[in-house]
């Protein structure tokens, strides 16, 4: 069974830094890309940062020069470096990555993490 499995979340001031990990387990074949996106309360999920296998990262114009996500292809993991944090990045962060699944590496699928909570204090 594969798993992401989450890290890193809490409560910190306006203008604090928070770093979060995921690391992906079980029958894994390969993985694709892997990101980070997040779900304020009364609002929709909506992208933070991706990465590919090959480096190629992705991010909305919010976190720019705040947030730098990196990945480690050895240890299947990803992980997301919050600087200069505002209220506004409160939210239910969640880890998320394509995987083929070393029972059926033909196909590739979307996996998630259970959630991260961070909070940010003005």
């Known amino acids: 069974q594969v798993q992401l499995v989450e890290s890193g979340g809490g409560l910190v001031q306006a203008g604090g830094s928070l770093r979060l990990s995921c690391a992906a387990s079980?029958?894994?074949?390969?993985?694709?890309?892997m990101g980070w996106y997040r779900q304020a309360p009364g609002k929709q999920r909506e992208l933070v940062a991706t990465?590919?296998?090959?480096?190629?990262?992705n991010s909305p114009d919010s976190v720019k020069g705040r947030f730098t996500i990196a990945r480690d292809n050895a240890k299947n993991a990803v992980y997301l470096q919050m600087n200069s944090l505002k209220p506004e990045d409160t939210a239910v962060y969640y880890c998320?990555?394509?995987?083929?699944?070393?029972?059926?590496?033909?196909?590739?699928?979307?996996?998630w993490g259970q959630g991260t909570q961070v909070t940010v204090s003005s």
């Open positions: 998320n990555a394509y995987i083929y699944d070393s029972s059926n590496y033909a196909r590739g699928a979307d996996y």
């Open positions: 079980g029958s894994i074949f390969s993985i694709r890309a």
């Open positions: 990465i590919t296998s090959r480096g190629t990262t």
